[in-house]
């Protein structure tokens, strides 16, 4: 009778020593309060595979096999990771303590990539019902509609940083020939453009959210190619994103794109729609880039959303190699910023200050994007590949440094560099869903360099 009464109120009991025996639901929260003198033993009974996780409130969790605690998360979590059968771990610690253990569904599989990393397959984008350039410009639009956007967007690449992609002003000429001259009446629809992928990029989940979802279209019209652009949209952290003490770590989102690899077609493809139908809203829009070679050279630029049109800045993490290799105070002040952070700069964990960016980047066809001039900096003698680092973190030397700027063309097939960057976003999404914790992302790729 003692056992039973601690299992069931245990804050009246002085036993703190019969471990505590929790059945796990496959799905939802149990909740058990036991008192600890130093340690005590606590019995999971799961019909598993079933994915498990915990948190011990005023103790901490130690001794469960093949779960790693998150570095500088709380050691009174269990990382979420799947149980098989039985199992046991010891909290730690001297007081009352309420354990939560929530069943997480069933065990995720190894991901495919088509399915839990980039969709390029044509029944998903071509749907209208799921996604299209219509839609996208829609949903980004201040009026709903976007068609105003549009042409204060493509009107804009005449302008600004970059200045003369006159083909944009063109196209714009052609769409008011044929739809007239009021953009809030055009139909979006037939628009030459594809969508060439859908993009999981949780691999660039750091300030509180759970990385990008990206959408990426295309220009198929004749002459106003090769124009390529990619929307981006933050995916938010979910509550089982998150451990009770606030460390947001994102094993739910990732757990949730993994289960998409299990679906037959059919689910998957409805699946596709209701992720696109809540997680494509305007709220969670970041920004836009366009890499295109309307003229040559090859241009990249960014967009920030102002109101119903788009303002320029400077390129993320991206050297503005022609300013930075020019002698001056400018010069100057970059290879004083690269000596004092040359460790960061060689594991490419440097944010590059906004000051040293560049607002556009161009590259001929078929070069490779040149690279920052570090002579005269201490650095090098310690770490001569900075300036690749220091390339590798901005798209265009990434892109360019062994393959096409591109990462998916029309034919929505992916670049070499894309195909090897997907299997390196493929191990560390499936690390994260068996309870692993791995290395912190640097800026730019995953793959080995």
């Known amino acids: 009778m003692k056992r039973a009464l601690c299992l069931l109120a245990i804050a009246a009991c002085t036993d703190t020593t019969t471990p505590i025996e929790v059945d796990v639901p496959d799905v939802g929260e149990v909740s058990r309060s036991f008192a600890v003198d130093g340690t005590r033993e606590v019995q999971l009974h799961v019909?598993?595979?079933?994915?498990?996780?915990?948190?011990?409130?005023?103790?901490?969790i130690d001794g469960v096999p093949d779960a790693q605690l998150a570095a500088g998360a709380s050691a009174s979590w269990l990382v979420p990771h799947a149980i098989d059968g039985d199992t046991s771990f010891v909290v730690r610690g001297n007081g009352d303590v309420v354990l939560t253990v929530a069943g997480r569904g069933a065990a995720v599989p190894a991901i495919a990539r088509g399915r839990s990393l980039a969709w390029l397959d044509d029944a998903t984008l071509d749907d209208p019902a799921t996604i299209s350039f219509a839609r996208v410009?829609?949903?980004?639009?201040?009026?709903?509609?976007?068609?105003?956007l549009l042409e204060r967007w493509f009107t804009a690449f005449a302008a600004g940083p970059g200045a003369g992609r006159a083909s944009f002003a063109q196209f714009l000429d052609e769409l008011r020939a044929a739809q007239g001259r009021d953009p809030t009446a055009w139909d979006l629809a037939p628009l030459p453009f594809r969508?060439?992928?859908?993009?999981?990029?949780?691999?660039?989940?750091?300030?509180?959210?759970?990385?990008?979802l990206r959408v990426s279209i295309a220009s198929t019209h004749p002459t106003f190619s090769p124009v390529h652009f990619i929307f981006l949209f933050r995916q938010p952290a979910a509550d089982d994103d998150v451990t009770p003490d606030g460390v947001v770590h994102c094993r739910g989102t990732a757990r949730r794109w993994a289960q998409l690899t299990a679906l037959d077609d059919a689910s998957f493809h409805a699946a596709a729609r209701d992720w696109l139908a809540t997680g494509l809203i305007r709220d969670r829009f970041l920004l836009a880039e366009s890499v295109e070679l309307s003229i040559s050279p090859w241009q990249w630029r960014q967009w920030l959303p102002s109101g119903d049109a788009?303002?320029?800045?400077?390129?993320?993490?991206t050297i503005d190699v022609a300013r930075l290799n020019a002698p001056g105070a400018t010069r100057d002040a970059f290879l004083a910023d690269v000596a004092a952070n040359a460790d960061a700069i060689a594991t490419r964990t440097w944010p590059v200050p906004a000051s040293f960016r560049s607002a556009v980047a161009e590259v001929q066809p078929n070069a490779k994007?040149?690279?920052?001039?570090?002579?005269?900096?201490?650095?090098?003698?310690?770490?001569?590949?900075?300036?690749?680092?220091?390339?590798?973190?901005?798209?265009p030397r990434c892109h360019t440094d062994n393959a096409d700027f591109i990462q998916t063309g029309v034919d929505r097939k992916p670049s070499p560099f894309y195909d090897r960057e997907l299997d390196a976003r493929k191990l560390r999404l499936d690390a994260l869903d068996t309870g692993d914790w791995p290395a912190a992302v640097p800026f730019g790729p995953l793959q080995p360099l």
């Open 47 to 60: 019909a598993g595979p079933v994915v498990v996780e915990a948190w011990a409130e005023g103790g901490a």
């Open 195 to 212: 969508v060439t992928g859908i993009h999981n990029r949780i691999d660039l989940a750091k300030d509180g959210h759970c990385g990008e």
């Open 310 to 317: 788009f303002t320029n800045p400077p390129l993320f993490q």
């Open 137 to 148: 410009m829609a949903t980004i639009a201040a009026d709903g509609h976007g068609g105003t």
């Open 369 to 395: 994007a040149e690279l920052v001039d570090l002579a005269g900096s201490p650095a090098l003698a310690r770490y001569p590949e900075l300036p690749r680092m220091l390339g590798m973190i901005g798209c």
